[in-house]
Protein backbone atom coordinates (compact mmCIF):
# COMPACT_ATOMS: atom_id res chain seq x y z
CA UNK A 1 0.00 0.00 0.00
CA UNK A 2 1.00 3.48 -0.69
CA UNK A 3 1.15 6.16 1.83
CA UNK A 4 1.34 10.15 2.29
CA UNK A 5 4.32 11.12 5.11
CA UNK A 6 2.84 13.73 7.35
CA UNK A 7 6.00 15.40 9.29
CA UNK A 8 6.09 18.60 11.18
CA UNK A 9 8.73 19.93 13.02
CA UNK A 10 9.39 21.67 16.59
CA UNK A 11 12.82 23.40 16.71
CA UNK A 12 14.29 24.33 20.16
CA UNK A 13 16.58 27.27 20.07
CA UNK A 14 18.63 28.15 22.44
CA UNK A 15 19.32 32.25 22.23
CA UNK A 16 22.43 34.42 22.27
CA UNK A 17 21.94 36.03 25.56
CA UNK A 18 24.67 36.26 27.84
CA UNK A 19 22.03 35.52 30.75
CA UNK A 20 19.16 33.32 31.00
CA UNK A 21 15.35 34.43 30.62
CA UNK A 22 14.75 34.49 33.90
CA UNK A 23 17.77 35.07 36.03
CA UNK A 24 21.17 36.93 35.65
CA UNK A 25 23.00 33.64 35.84
CA UNK A 26 25.75 33.50 32.69
CA UNK A 27 24.70 30.89 29.54
CA UNK A 28 27.99 30.20 28.44
CA UNK A 29 28.89 26.92 27.51
CA UNK A 30 31.15 24.67 28.78
CA UNK A 31 31.71 25.52 32.41
CA UNK A 32 31.76 22.89 35.11
CA UNK A 33 28.43 21.33 36.00
CA UNK A 34 26.32 23.09 38.06
CA UNK A 35 28.69 26.35 38.56
CA UNK A 36 26.13 28.54 36.58
CA UNK A 37 22.72 28.09 38.55
CA UNK A 38 21.57 30.92 40.63
CA UNK A 39 18.64 30.30 43.22
CA UNK A 40 15.98 31.66 40.44
CA UNK A 41 17.15 28.91 38.28
CA UNK A 42 16.98 26.38 41.41
CA UNK A 43 13.41 27.17 42.06
CA UNK A 44 14.40 28.01 45.85
CA UNK A 45 11.53 29.06 48.08
CA UNK A 46 11.13 33.08 47.49
CA UNK A 47 12.91 33.76 44.04
CA UNK A 48 10.75 35.26 41.19
CA UNK A 49 11.67 35.56 37.74
CA UNK A 50 12.26 38.38 35.67
CA UNK A 51 12.04 38.72 32.19
CA UNK A 52 15.42 38.99 29.74
CA UNK A 53 14.20 41.77 27.31
CA UNK A 54 16.98 40.63 24.77
CA UNK A 55 15.24 37.09 24.65
CA UNK A 56 12.10 38.98 23.63
CA UNK A 57 14.36 41.18 21.16
CA UNK A 58 15.62 38.23 19.22
CA UNK A 59 12.31 36.77 19.32
CA UNK A 60 10.89 39.84 17.37
CA UNK A 61 14.16 39.35 15.05
CA UNK A 62 13.10 35.81 14.01
CA UNK A 63 9.85 36.96 13.80
CA UNK A 64 10.29 39.96 11.23
CA UNK A 65 13.20 38.07 9.38
CA UNK A 66 10.35 35.22 8.07
CA UNK A 67 7.88 38.17 7.48
CA UNK A 68 5.44 36.56 10.77
CA UNK A 69 2.99 38.12 12.47
CA UNK A 70 3.93 39.63 15.97
CA UNK A 71 2.48 39.60 19.43
CA UNK A 72 1.68 42.92 20.39
CA UNK A 73 0.79 41.53 23.39
CA UNK A 74 2.01 37.49 24.58
CA UNK A 75 1.97 36.26 27.76
CA UNK A 76 3.72 33.61 29.67
CA UNK A 77 2.40 29.98 31.01
CA UNK A 78 3.26 27.05 33.35
CA UNK A 79 3.54 24.22 31.65
CA UNK A 80 3.16 21.37 34.49
CA UNK A 81 5.14 18.19 34.21
CA UNK A 82 8.11 16.72 36.01
CA UNK A 83 11.52 16.36 34.58
CA UNK A 84 14.37 15.20 37.22
CA UNK A 85 16.83 17.93 35.75
CA UNK A 86 13.82 20.77 35.60
CA UNK A 87 13.74 21.87 39.85
CA UNK A 88 10.25 23.71 39.49
CA UNK A 89 8.30 20.90 38.31
CA UNK A 90 7.00 23.14 35.55
CA UNK A 91 8.15 25.27 33.02
CA UNK A 92 7.58 28.43 32.21
CA UNK A 93 6.95 28.71 28.64
CA UNK A 94 4.07 30.12 26.52
CA UNK A 95 1.09 28.78 24.81
CA UNK A 96 -2.27 30.65 23.74
CA UNK A 97 -0.89 33.83 23.02
CA UNK A 98 3.19 33.43 21.94
CA UNK A 99 5.58 36.19 20.86
CA UNK A 100 5.89 35.08 17.34
CA UNK A 101 2.38 34.31 15.78
CA UNK A 102 1.70 32.84 12.11
CA UNK A 103 3.98 33.06 9.87
CA UNK A 104 5.49 31.47 6.24
CA UNK A 105 9.24 29.67 5.66
CA UNK A 106 10.79 28.90 1.92
CA UNK A 107 13.06 25.79 1.46
CA UNK A 108 14.59 25.22 -1.82
CA UNK A 109 14.98 21.26 -2.77
CA UNK A 110 18.43 20.31 -4.84
CA UNK A 111 16.22 19.85 -7.40
CA UNK A 112 15.68 23.46 -7.52
CA UNK A 113 11.17 22.73 -6.67
CA UNK A 114 10.38 25.58 -3.77
CA UNK A 115 8.40 24.82 -0.99
CA UNK A 116 6.32 27.03 1.39
CA UNK A 117 6.26 26.07 4.85
CA UNK A 118 3.69 26.88 7.39
CA UNK A 119 5.33 28.44 10.94
CA UNK A 120 2.20 27.82 13.58
CA UNK A 121 3.73 29.71 16.18
CA UNK A 122 7.43 30.60 17.63
CA UNK A 123 7.14 31.05 21.64
CA UNK A 124 10.11 31.92 24.38
CA UNK A 125 10.48 29.62 26.98
CA UNK A 126 13.22 28.96 29.62
CA UNK A 127 15.53 24.90 28.82
CA UNK A 128 15.57 22.17 31.27
CA UNK A 129 18.85 21.46 32.78
CA UNK A 130 20.70 17.82 31.72
CA UNK A 131 20.54 14.61 32.57
CA UNK A 132 24.41 13.28 32.28
CA UNK A 133 24.63 9.17 32.05
CA UNK A 134 28.22 8.41 31.73
CA UNK A 135 30.59 8.07 34.18
CA UNK A 136 28.57 7.25 37.07
CA UNK A 137 28.54 3.72 37.58
CA UNK A 138 24.69 2.96 37.08
CA UNK A 139 23.27 6.76 38.13
CA UNK A 140 22.49 10.09 37.02
CA UNK A 141 23.70 13.12 37.66
CA UNK A 142 21.89 16.33 37.05
CA UNK A 143 23.75 19.61 36.01
CA UNK A 144 21.40 22.53 36.07
CA UNK A 145 24.01 25.05 34.77
CA UNK A 146 21.62 25.08 31.05
CA UNK A 147 18.52 25.42 33.34
CA UNK A 148 16.68 28.83 32.37
CA UNK A 149 18.63 29.28 29.37
CA UNK A 150 16.40 31.04 26.65
CA UNK A 151 14.50 28.92 24.15
CA UNK A 152 13.11 30.26 20.93
CA UNK A 153 10.98 27.03 20.37
CA UNK A 154 9.85 27.45 16.55
CA UNK A 155 6.95 25.07 15.36
CA UNK A 156 5.65 24.23 12.16
CA UNK A 157 2.23 23.03 10.31
CA UNK A 158 2.25 19.23 9.30
CA UNK A 159 3.87 20.61 5.28
CA UNK A 160 6.87 18.70 5.07
CA UNK A 161 6.12 15.50 3.26
CA UNK A 162 9.97 13.51 3.17
CA UNK A 163 13.19 13.84 5.01
CA UNK A 164 14.57 15.67 2.11
CA UNK A 165 12.05 18.30 3.13
CA UNK A 166 12.54 18.26 7.02
CA UNK A 167 16.23 18.50 6.37
CA UNK A 168 16.01 21.37 4.09
CA UNK A 169 13.92 23.36 6.12
CA UNK A 170 16.25 23.00 9.18
CA UNK A 171 19.38 23.89 7.38
CA UNK A 172 17.58 26.71 5.97
CA UNK A 173 16.58 27.49 9.06
CA UNK A 174 20.05 27.70 10.65
CA UNK A 175 21.21 29.50 8.04
CA UNK A 176 18.90 32.52 9.04
CA UNK A 177 19.05 32.40 12.55
CA UNK A 178 23.08 32.57 12.24
CA UNK A 179 22.45 35.19 10.05
CA UNK A 180 20.18 36.90 12.29
CA UNK A 181 23.06 36.58 15.24
CA UNK A 182 20.18 35.72 17.23
CA UNK A 183 21.53 31.69 18.06
CA UNK A 184 25.34 29.98 17.20
CA UNK A 185 23.05 27.13 16.30
CA UNK A 186 25.51 24.59 17.66
CA UNK A 187 23.79 21.29 16.97
CA UNK A 188 26.51 19.21 18.88
CA UNK A 189 26.04 21.49 21.46
CA UNK A 190 22.76 21.56 22.12
CA UNK A 191 21.79 25.17 20.56
CA UNK A 192 19.55 23.63 18.06
CA UNK A 193 17.05 20.24 18.84
CA UNK A 194 14.65 19.39 16.77
CA UNK A 195 11.22 17.12 17.74
CA UNK A 196 9.87 15.20 14.76
CA UNK A 197 6.34 14.76 14.38
CA UNK A 198 5.38 12.06 11.81
CA UNK A 199 2.64 10.06 10.68
CA UNK A 200 1.45 8.10 8.08
CA UNK A 201 -1.80 8.38 6.05
CA UNK A 202 -3.02 6.92 2.79
CA UNK A 203 -1.86 7.98 -0.65
CA UNK A 204 -4.43 10.92 -1.55
CA UNK A 205 -6.11 11.17 1.78
CA UNK A 206 -7.20 14.33 3.37
CA UNK A 207 -7.23 12.21 7.40
CA UNK A 208 -4.25 12.78 9.49
CA UNK A 209 -3.00 9.55 10.89
CA UNK A 210 -2.04 9.05 14.41
CA UNK A 211 1.47 10.89 15.57
CA UNK A 212 4.50 9.66 17.11
CA UNK A 213 6.96 12.34 18.34
CA UNK A 214 10.71 11.67 17.96
CA UNK A 215 12.54 14.15 20.66
CA UNK A 216 15.31 16.19 20.72
CA UNK A 217 17.52 14.79 17.40
CA UNK A 218 20.45 17.02 17.53
CA UNK A 219 21.93 16.31 13.61
CA UNK A 220 20.78 17.66 9.81
CA UNK A 221 21.70 13.38 9.24
CA UNK A 222 20.24 12.02 12.32
CA UNK A 223 16.94 13.88 11.43
CA UNK A 224 17.10 12.32 8.14
CA UNK A 225 17.64 8.53 9.56
CA UNK A 226 15.15 9.31 12.51
CA UNK A 227 12.74 9.82 10.08
CA UNK A 228 13.52 7.27 7.33
CA UNK A 229 12.85 4.52 10.13
CA UNK A 230 10.04 5.97 11.61
CA UNK A 231 8.22 5.89 7.93
CA UNK A 232 9.46 2.18 7.81
CA UNK A 233 7.97 1.03 11.56
CA UNK A 234 5.00 2.98 10.68
CA UNK A 235 4.23 1.56 7.53
CA UNK A 236 5.01 -1.97 8.26
CA UNK A 237 2.21 -1.44 11.49
CA UNK A 238 -0.14 -0.39 9.39
CA UNK A 239 0.12 -3.02 6.46
CA UNK A 240 -0.04 -5.91 9.25
CA UNK A 241 -3.03 -4.73 10.49
CA UNK A 242 -2.03 -2.73 13.42
CA UNK A 243 -2.58 0.98 15.18
CA UNK A 244 0.36 3.02 15.44
CA UNK A 245 0.06 4.46 19.06
CA UNK A 246 0.76 8.23 19.79
CA UNK A 247 3.91 8.43 22.01
CA UNK A 248 6.91 10.31 22.24
CA UNK A 249 9.88 7.80 20.74
CA UNK A 250 13.77 8.91 20.89
CA UNK A 251 16.24 8.28 18.17
CA UNK A 252 18.82 5.65 18.61
CA UNK A 253 22.07 6.39 16.48
CA UNK A 254 24.06 3.30 17.27
CA UNK A 255 21.46 1.11 16.14
CA UNK A 256 19.21 3.28 13.83
CA UNK A 257 15.74 2.66 15.47
CA UNK A 258 13.61 4.99 17.42
CA UNK A 259 12.30 3.14 20.40
CA UNK A 260 9.35 4.34 22.91
CA UNK A 261 9.80 6.86 25.69
CA UNK A 262 6.67 7.57 26.66
CA UNK A 263 2.91 8.45 26.02
CA UNK A 264 2.31 11.25 24.05
CA UNK A 265 1.29 14.32 26.39
CA UNK A 266 -1.55 16.50 24.72
CA UNK A 267 -1.98 20.53 26.13
CA UNK A 268 -4.18 19.34 28.69
CA UNK A 269 -2.16 16.64 30.22
CA UNK A 270 0.30 20.03 30.97
CA UNK A 271 -2.50 22.03 32.63
CA UNK A 272 -1.75 25.35 30.99
CA UNK A 273 -2.21 28.32 33.10
CA UNK A 274 -0.80 31.79 33.18
CA UNK A 275 2.15 32.46 34.88
CA UNK A 276 1.34 33.99 37.93
CA UNK A 277 4.64 35.79 38.96
CA UNK A 278 5.21 37.35 35.25
CA UNK A 279 2.98 40.43 33.92
CA UNK A 280 1.72 40.47 30.00
CA UNK A 281 4.26 41.44 27.93
CA UNK A 282 3.19 44.46 25.64
CA UNK A 283 5.28 45.93 22.71
CA UNK A 284 4.64 48.85 20.62
CA UNK A 285 5.40 49.33 17.01
CA UNK A 286 8.37 51.79 17.70
CA UNK A 287 10.32 48.84 19.72
CA UNK A 288 9.16 46.21 16.41
CA UNK A 289 10.71 49.29 13.88
CA UNK A 290 13.87 49.96 16.07
CA UNK A 291 14.59 45.72 16.00
CA UNK A 292 13.80 46.30 11.82
CA UNK A 293 16.15 49.10 11.50
CA UNK A 294 18.87 46.35 12.81
CA UNK A 295 18.22 43.47 10.77
CA UNK A 296 21.03 41.80 8.67
CA UNK A 297 20.61 41.37 4.55
CA UNK A 298 19.32 37.82 4.90
CA UNK A 299 20.86 34.68 3.01
CA UNK A 300 17.88 34.58 -0.11
CA UNK A 301 18.55 38.84 -0.66
CA UNK A 302 22.74 37.93 -0.51
CA UNK A 303 22.28 34.60 -2.93
CA UNK A 304 20.16 36.69 -5.24
CA UNK A 305 23.05 39.60 -4.77
CA UNK A 306 25.94 37.12 -5.54
CA UNK A 307 24.44 36.54 -8.65
CA UNK A 308 23.48 39.45 -9.75
CA UNK A 309 26.84 41.49 -8.78
CA UNK A 310 29.12 38.69 -9.22
CA UNK A 311 27.56 36.66 -11.85
CA UNK A 312 27.71 33.35 -9.83
CA UNK A 313 25.71 30.25 -10.74
CA UNK A 314 22.54 29.76 -8.65
CA UNK A 315 24.77 26.48 -7.09
CA UNK A 316 27.57 28.96 -6.48
CA UNK A 317 25.77 31.55 -4.66
CA UNK A 318 23.29 28.90 -2.25
CA UNK A 319 26.67 27.69 -0.92
CA UNK A 320 28.31 30.84 -0.44
CA UNK A 321 25.57 32.50 1.19
CA UNK A 322 24.14 29.58 3.49
CA UNK A 323 26.29 30.47 5.78
CA UNK A 324 27.03 34.49 7.31
CA UNK A 325 31.19 33.35 8.11
CA UNK A 326 31.55 32.18 4.81
CA UNK A 327 30.01 34.58 2.84
CA UNK A 328 31.42 37.43 4.70
CA UNK A 329 34.65 35.53 3.96
CA UNK A 330 34.58 34.88 0.47
CA UNK A 331 33.29 38.29 0.39
CA UNK A 332 36.51 39.76 1.44
CA UNK A 333 38.73 37.22 -0.46
CA UNK A 334 36.66 38.95 -4.03
CA UNK A 335 37.03 42.16 -2.15
CA UNK A 336 41.42 41.79 -2.33
CA UNK A 337 41.49 39.74 -5.57
CA UNK A 338 39.08 41.04 -7.93
CA UNK A 339 37.79 37.98 -9.25
CA UNK A 340 34.39 36.28 -8.28
CA UNK A 341 34.18 33.20 -10.15
CA UNK A 342 38.39 31.83 -9.15
CA UNK A 343 37.44 33.27 -5.73
CA UNK A 344 34.56 31.09 -5.35
CA UNK A 345 36.56 28.21 -6.81
CA UNK A 346 38.80 28.11 -4.38
CA UNK A 347 36.62 29.21 -1.21
CA UNK A 348 34.31 26.32 -2.29
CA UNK A 349 37.51 23.77 -2.93
CA UNK A 350 40.73 24.00 -1.73
CA UNK A 351 39.91 25.80 1.68
CA UNK A 352 36.39 24.20 2.05
CA UNK A 353 38.09 20.66 1.37
CA UNK A 354 40.94 21.43 3.85
CA UNK A 355 38.53 22.67 6.51
CA UNK A 356 36.57 19.34 5.75
CA UNK A 357 39.47 17.10 6.07
CA UNK A 358 40.74 19.08 8.79
CA UNK A 359 37.61 19.14 10.87
CA UNK A 360 37.72 23.11 11.90
CA UNK A 361 35.44 25.70 11.78
CA UNK A 362 36.02 28.25 9.76
CA UNK A 363 36.98 30.90 12.36
CA UNK A 364 39.75 28.84 12.87
CA UNK A 365 41.35 28.53 9.44
CA UNK A 366 44.81 28.93 9.11
CA UNK A 367 44.50 30.50 6.06
CA UNK A 368 42.93 33.84 6.24
CA UNK A 369 40.44 35.73 3.77
CA UNK A 370 43.46 38.50 2.66
CA UNK A 371 45.85 35.49 2.11
CA UNK A 372 43.53 33.67 -0.15
CA UNK A 373 43.55 36.71 -1.99
CA UNK A 374 47.20 37.45 -2.22
CA UNK A 375 47.31 33.61 -3.60
CA UNK A 376 44.67 34.45 -6.40
CA UNK A 377 46.09 37.36 -7.09
CA UNK A 378 49.44 35.21 -7.97
CA UNK A 379 47.64 33.51 -9.98
CA UNK A 380 45.79 36.13 -12.13
CA UNK A 381 49.50 37.71 -12.52
CA UNK A 382 50.39 34.76 -14.47
CA UNK A 383 53.34 34.60 -11.22
CA UNK A 384 52.32 30.83 -10.69
CA UNK A 385 49.64 28.30 -12.34
CA UNK A 386 46.54 26.68 -10.83
CA UNK A 387 48.72 23.66 -10.07
CA UNK A 388 51.66 25.19 -8.45
CA UNK A 389 48.81 27.07 -6.39
CA UNK A 390 47.73 24.29 -4.94
CA UNK A 391 51.07 23.43 -3.12
CA UNK A 392 51.51 26.92 -2.41
CA UNK A 393 48.00 26.41 -0.52
CA UNK A 394 49.15 23.70 1.63
CA UNK A 395 52.16 25.22 2.62
CA UNK A 396 49.98 27.91 3.88
CA UNK A 397 48.27 25.77 5.29
CA UNK A 398 50.84 24.32 7.15
CA UNK A 399 51.91 28.15 8.80
CA UNK A 400 55.18 28.56 6.61
CA UNK A 401 53.41 31.86 5.73
CA UNK A 402 51.92 33.99 2.71
CA UNK A 403 51.92 33.22 -0.62
CA UNK A 404 54.39 35.63 -1.87
CA UNK A 405 57.07 34.34 0.91
CA UNK A 406 56.50 30.76 -0.12
CA UNK A 407 57.03 31.35 -3.83
CA UNK A 408 59.90 33.11 -2.93
CA UNK A 409 61.24 30.56 -0.39
CA UNK A 410 60.41 27.57 -2.88
CA UNK A 411 61.42 29.14 -6.36
CA UNK A 412 57.93 28.73 -7.42
CA UNK A 413 57.81 31.88 -10.01
CA UNK A 414 56.34 30.93 -13.03
CA UNK A 415 58.22 30.97 -16.17
CA UNK A 416 57.10 33.61 -18.98
CA UNK A 417 59.83 33.96 -20.44
CA UNK A 418 59.43 33.70 -23.95
CA UNK A 419 62.97 32.68 -24.96
CA UNK A 420 63.36 30.42 -21.75
CA UNK A 421 59.87 28.71 -23.11
CA UNK A 422 60.91 28.41 -26.71
CA UNK A 423 64.70 26.71 -25.54
CA UNK A 424 62.38 24.04 -23.18
CA UNK A 425 59.96 23.41 -26.10
CA UNK A 426 62.91 22.91 -28.94
CA UNK A 427 63.89 20.38 -26.24
CA UNK A 428 61.31 18.56 -26.16
CA UNK A 429 60.35 18.35 -29.63
CA UNK A 430 63.57 17.23 -30.25
CA UNK A 431 63.77 14.11 -27.46
CA UNK A 432 60.64 12.92 -28.85
CA UNK A 433 61.19 12.10 -32.72
CA UNK A 434 58.31 9.45 -32.39
CA UNK A 435 55.46 11.38 -31.29
CA UNK A 436 56.26 14.02 -34.14
CA UNK A 437 56.06 11.85 -36.71
CA UNK A 438 52.40 10.76 -35.19
CA UNK A 439 51.55 13.99 -34.54
CA UNK A 440 52.56 15.12 -38.04
CA UNK A 441 50.37 12.22 -39.71
CA UNK A 442 47.84 12.59 -37.62
CA UNK A 443 44.32 13.86 -38.01
CA UNK A 444 42.85 17.28 -35.79
CA UNK A 445 41.13 15.05 -33.33
CA UNK A 446 44.49 13.01 -32.55
CA UNK A 447 46.58 15.92 -32.84
CA UNK A 448 44.70 17.37 -29.94
CA UNK A 449 45.74 14.14 -27.81
CA UNK A 450 49.22 14.49 -28.71
CA UNK A 451 49.51 17.51 -28.55
CA UNK A 452 48.50 17.34 -24.38
CA UNK A 453 51.53 15.04 -24.36
CA UNK A 454 54.12 17.45 -25.57
CA UNK A 455 52.49 20.50 -23.33
CA UNK A 456 52.79 17.87 -20.26
CA UNK A 457 56.29 17.15 -21.26
CA UNK A 458 57.30 20.37 -21.18
CA UNK A 459 55.65 20.86 -17.49
CA UNK A 460 57.77 18.26 -16.69
CA UNK A 461 61.16 19.62 -17.91
CA UNK A 462 60.04 22.75 -15.94
CA UNK A 463 59.18 21.30 -13.06
CA UNK A 464 55.36 22.84 -12.96
CA UNK A 465 56.65 26.02 -13.65
CA UNK A 466 56.39 27.00 -17.25
CA UNK A 467 53.06 29.15 -18.18
CA UNK A 468 50.66 26.80 -19.60
CA UNK A 469 48.98 29.27 -21.92
CA UNK A 470 52.31 30.48 -23.76
CA UNK A 471 53.60 26.70 -23.88
CA UNK A 472 50.34 25.48 -25.65
CA UNK A 473 50.76 28.83 -27.77
CA UNK A 474 54.48 28.00 -28.93
CA UNK A 475 53.77 24.53 -29.47
CA UNK A 476 50.84 24.73 -31.91
CA UNK A 477 52.80 27.07 -33.83
CA UNK A 478 55.95 24.67 -33.52
CA UNK A 479 54.43 21.56 -34.70
CA UNK A 480 52.34 23.40 -37.36
Not at 165 to 175: C, D, I, M, P, Q
Not at 203 to 213: D, I, K, N, P, Y
Not at 304 to 312: M, S, W
Not at 326 to 346: F, Q, R
Request: glycine share 8%; hydrophobic share 40%; aromatic share 6%.
Amino acid sequence: MRWDVVIGLEVHLQLATASKIFSGASTHFGAAPNTQACAVDLAMPGMLPVLNEQAVRYAVMFGLGIGAEIGMRSVFDRKNYFYPDSPKGYQISQFQEPVVGRGSFEITLEDGTVRHIGITRAHLEEDAGKSLHEDFHGQTGIDLNRAGTPLLEIVTDPDLRSAEEAVAYLKTLHSLVTYLGISDGNMAEGSMRCDVNLSLRPAGSQELGTRTEIKNVNSFRFVEKAIHHEIERQADILENGGRVIQETRLYDADRDETRAMRSKEVANDYRYFPEPDLLPVIIDEAFVDSIRATLPELPRERRQRFVDIYGLSHYDATVLSANRALADYYEAVVSDCGDPKIAANWVQGELLGQLNRSELALADSPVSAPALAGLIRRILDNSISGKIAKQVFEAMWAGEGDADRIIEARGLQQVSDSGALETMVDEVISANPEQLAQYLAADEAKRKKLLGFFVGQVMKVSKGQANPQMVNELLARKLS
